[in-house]
């Protein structure tokens, strides 16, 4: 039997059988080694196959359409380095829950450790960092390796999508000739008719599911039903997540929601629930009295405050709940896994009131310092996400602009919002914000002009834009996030500004139109709340030029703590 036609039959199944699957995107970054699963993608025709050339911008691209979706979505590379470049975007995926996942072409066995061009040990490449990860092993003609591939193609796309949702990996070796061959003799007629009798066994792909222990969600009801004086403090949150659950939970018992920009419980509507979107201002000003029950979900939240407010609410008892152990600090009660909490009406009380005035206290003093300071982060990302149509995906780097929106936006728009909170990297944002725009909505994507840089290939990715995609860089003259650390005060000037500010001094609009970009520059809140508008209503990528104040984020902040001290000692 020709070694051809079984390698190409092979990659027919494989490929078929992530249709059948369901997966309806493969990102594939060109290379040779690679040609027979890229064949077989474009014959069967079922998956979009963006091809993106940079392995990283791919795997980033990947990422952000799985994330808006909460869908896997697949890779395709060749072998050697091409491979490790998916790295970053899997260990974001994998710390964020994310499903991914990643086909690479290897050469066959008798190449490996021999110094053969383009090949690296590809076996266990990312790690502890996936679910689960395949070496397939050189096509055989027979019906058991057929089978084979089919199971565990299966297997891997279970894998991503539960208990905990994450990256896997395929790893397929390929031998020339990479070409696909056509079937011809009796043997490999009967191979092929075999391979079609596989490709249409239906698929069942039923992720399982972790369920929490019944007896401590029953007691962590009983605390609820016992306790009036608790908060539920939401982090970043994965999109499709029990949602509505939270928000009943919140009305019924009458405990106040801080909810940070990245839990999708802040852009959404929530009536009955008395909602803090200033946590970070009502904490560190302790406006509010403290709880002596806290629910914490999802990643740990990035306001400023949190720390602090820790500390000051030690004597509270504090449950997290989630599909991952997540307790850092190691004082908390953990519970894994789906959790169906039911609590008796509780309605207003003087403690829910006492929160929601120190919201309003926290909201009036913000709004007074985005007048004095039209120059900020904050005034800019004010105007940006008020130019939003309801219904767009936000996307919001790290760094400061994630800490900035928490502090100011409200949930007056209902938004899906995509973050990388997962390692909580800068790497990757314009080409993961350009493969959530594959998932059909407008996308805002906000990021600082450092993680611009640091993705500035990625302006090639973003042409594939499918929906209107407004990338807004706001531009501070570095990373002035590290002026709130330390370093600030012991590093010389000149030091410090080399190694942690490091201000990129990129002409964005210049770069942006070089590449074939619609560019803009928008510096007032005003104007950028115009070009926000008009980016989002045409299709493609616009790329918008936002300079700030560098000490604005700070300077903001500090006006507002000092303007509620005030307030709460006057």
Same mark, same amino acid.
């Given at each position: 039997m020709n070694p051809a036609v079984v390698q190409a039959l092979w990659a027919e199944?494989?490929?078929?059988?992530?249709?059948?699957? @369901?997966?309806?995107?493969?990102?594939?970054?060109?290379?040779?080694?690679?040609?027979?699963?890229?064949?077989?993608?474009?014959?069967?025709?079922?998956?979009?196959?963006?091809?993106?050339?940079?392995? #990283?911008?791919?795997?980033? /691209?990947?990422?952000?359409?799985?994330?808006?979706?909460?869908?896997?979505?697949a890779l395709v590379c060749t072998s050697g380095s091409a491979a490790a470049h998916y790295l970053p975007a899997i260990v974001e995926a994998s710390e964020a829950g994310i499903p991914l996942i990643a086909v690479t072409a290897d050469r066959p066995p008798?190449?490996?450790?021999?110094?053969?061009?383009?090949?690296?040990?590809?076996?266990?490449?990312?790690? #502890?960092?996936?679910?689960?990860a395949f070496d397939l092993g050189a096509p055989h003609g027979s019906e058991l390796a057929l089978r084979a591939v089919r199971r565990t193609v299966i297997q891997a796309i279970t894998a991503s999508r539960g208990p905990r949702p994450g990256p896997v990996h395929l790893n397929v070796p390929l031998r020339k000739p990479l070409e696909p061959a056509v079937p011809s003799t009796e043997e490999e007629l009967a191979l092929a008719a075999m391979t079609a009798t596989l490709k249409y066994t239906p698929?069942?792909? =039923?992720?399982?599911?972790?369920?929490?222990? $019944? *007896? =401590?969600?029953?007691?962590?009801?009983?605390?609820?039903?016992?306790?009036?004086?608790? &908060?539920?403090?939401a982090g970043a949150l994965p999109?499709? /997540?029990? #949602?509505?659950?939270?928000? *009943?939970?919140?009305?019924?018992?009458?405990y106040p929601l801080l909810a940070e920009a990245g839990s999708q419980l802040r852009f959404t509507a929530r009536p009955g629930v008395t909602a803090i979107d200033h946590a970070d201002f009502v904490l560190a000003a302790r406006l509010a009295p403290a709880p002596n029950l806290i629910i914490q979900l999802g990643?740990?939240?990035?306001?400023?405050? !949190?720390?602090? =407010? %820790?500390?000051? /609410?030690?004597?509270?008892?504090? !449950?997290?709940?989630?599909?991952? /152990? #997540?307790?850092?600090? @190691?004082?908390?009660?953990?519970?894994?896994?789906?959790?169906?909490?039911?609590?008796?009406?509780r309605g207003d009380s003087e403690f829910t009131r006492a929160w929601r005035e120190a919201e309003a206290h926290a909201a009036a003093a913000v709004e007074e310092a985005l007048v004095a300071h039209a120059s900020s982060e904050a005034a800019a990302l004010q105007a940006?996400?008020?130019?939003?149509?309801?219904?767009?995906?936000? *996307?919001?780097?790290?760094?400061?602009? &994630?800490?900035? $929106?928490?502090?100011? =936006?409200?949930?007056? %728009?209902?938004?899906?919002?995509?973050? *990388?909170?997962g390692a909580a990297g800068i790497d990757g944002l314009v080409a993961s914000a350009t493969g959530a725009s594959w998932a059909g909505a407008p996308v805002l994507?906000?990021?600082g002009d450092v993680s611009f840089a640091h993705d500035l290939g990625s302006l090639l990715v973003a042409r594939t834009a499918k929906a209107p995609l407004a990338i807004v860089v706001i531009d501070n003259g570095g990373g002035r996030i590290f002026g709130g650390l330390p370093i600030a005060q012991s590093a010389t000037a000149a030091t410090f500004d080399a190694h942690f500010t490091t201000p990129p001094e990129i002409e964005v609009v210049a770069v942006a139109t070089a590449l074939g970009h619609r560019a803009v520059l928008a510096a007032t809140p005003a104007a950028l709340a115009r070009a926000v508008a008009a980016a989002l209503a045409e299709p493609g990528a616009t790329i918008i030029h936002a300079p700030v104040a560098p000490t604005g984020a700070r300077d903001l902040r500090l006006s507002v703590l000092e303007h509620l001290t005030g307030a709460r000692h006057g």
């Open positions: 199944l494989l490929v078929a059988t992530l249709g059948d699957a @369901g997966v309806t995107t493969c990102v594939v970054s060109p290379g040779s080694r690679s040609t027979p699963l890229v064949a077989a993608l474009a014959a069967d025709g079922r998956l979009a196959l963006p091809t993106i050339i940079d392995e #990283r911008a791919a795997a980033f /691209f990947a990422l952000g359409l799985a994330r808006a979706t909460g869908s896997p979505v008798e190449l490996q450790h021999c110094g053969a061009s383009q090949t690296i040990d590809q076996t266990g490449i990312y790690g #502890r960092f996936t679910r689960a698929i069942v792909v =039923a992720p399982p599911r972790l369920v929490a222990d $019944v *007896q =401590a969600v029953a007691e962590l009801a009983a605390r609820i039903a016992a306790e009036p004086h608790g &908060i539920v403090v999109v499709g /997540f029990a #949602r509505d659950a939270i928000l *009943q939970l919140c009305a019924r018992a009458g990643a740990e939240p990035v306001a400023a405050a !949190w720390p602090g =407010a %820790k500390v000051a /609410f030690a004597s509270a008892e504090r !449950w997290i709940l989630g599909d991952a /152990f #997540r307790d850092p600090d @190691g004082a908390a009660h953990v519970i894994t896994g789906d959790v169906t909490l039911t609590v008796p009406m940006a996400l008020g130019a939003m149509p309801a219904g767009s995906v936000v *996307q919001i780097g790290n760094s400061l602009p &994630i800490r900035v $929106v928490d502090q100011i =936006a409200t949930g007056s %728009k209902v938004h899906t919002v995509i973050t *990388q909170r994507l906000i990021l």
